[in-house]
């Protein structure tokens, strides 16, 4: 079984560019969430996917987006970026119904730093 | 591997002891409460959850206790080994809809040998 890989491990962007990081779930997941986890904090919901629709999100600004593909894949993507979205991205992906619903599964998170 | 533990609250326990890390909420309307385990490098790992509606669960070596009289949880990790060395991090899932997952602060907790 294969567990949840992110990429890239650590980005460097400047100011005002686009990103998008990349998440492959866990076998036979059906529902991703994106996380940012700033240096210190507790990771802080960005929103969630399920079965390709959004389904879910936290306080975050519209220039956060996100895709689930057909195969449960998942992206973020950032545009206009500010200092401060400097941080670890993490995906998690779970599968709500199978008796573990609470159990996410994280990958190792993209660094991303934003100059 | 980078650091998340900067600037948390720190638990130093002797290998071997019992250790207690403890996490005050906010939210009444929490269903579930969430224990993870945070490695260097690493993304949050799952330890143990509890329903809103009970006041204690075990799992191997964890026990985690709600309170909810005065919102406190709290997990117990019976004979700590130095592989215990991690961020934990206490979380709230309400359920319905989507799982939403509210991670509080962490504390580290560094076990010595």
């Known amino acids: 079984e294969t567990g949840v890989t992110q990429s890239p491990t650590h980005l460097i962007k400047t100011r005002g560019q686009q990103v998008t990081l990349r998440c492959s779930s866990q076998s036979g997941h059906n529902t991703v969430s994106w996380y940012q986890q700033a240096l210190g904090q507790g990771p802080q919901f960005i929103f969630q996917?399920?079965?390709?629709?959004?389904?879910g999100r936290g306080n975050f600004p519209p220039r956060f987006s996100g895709l689930q593909f057909p195969n449960y894949s998942s992206e973020l993507n950032v545009n206009a970026l500010e200092l401060d979205d400097s941080a670890l991205y993490l995906c998690?992906?779970?599968?709500?119904?199978?008796?573990?619903?609470?159990?996410?599964?994280f990958g190792p998170g993209t660094r991303l730093t934003v100059l | 591997g980078e650091s998340v533990g900067l600037h948390l609250p720190t638990l130093s326990v002797q290998e071997g002891d019992n250790s207690i890390i403890n996490c005050a909420y906010s939210n009444s309307a929490s269903d579930y409460f969430i224990w993870y385990k945070q490695e260097s490098g690493k993304g949050p790992q799952f330890i143990i959850d509890?329903?809103?509606?009970?006041d204690k669960r075990q799992g191997q070596r964890v026990t985690v206790l709600l309170n909810k009289t005065v919102k406190h949880l709290s997990l117990q990790i019976a004979a700590t080994q130095p592989g215990d060395s991690a961020v934990y991090f206490c979380a709230e899932l309400i359920g319905g809809g989507y799982q939403k997952v509210t991670f509080g602060t962490g504390t580290k907790l560094q076990v010595i040998p």
């Open positions: 998690a992906s779970s599968s709500p119904g199978t008796g573990f619903d609470n159990e996410q599964f």
């Open positions: 996917y399920y079965r390709e629709e959004e389904n």
């Open positions: 509890i329903r809103s509606n009970m």
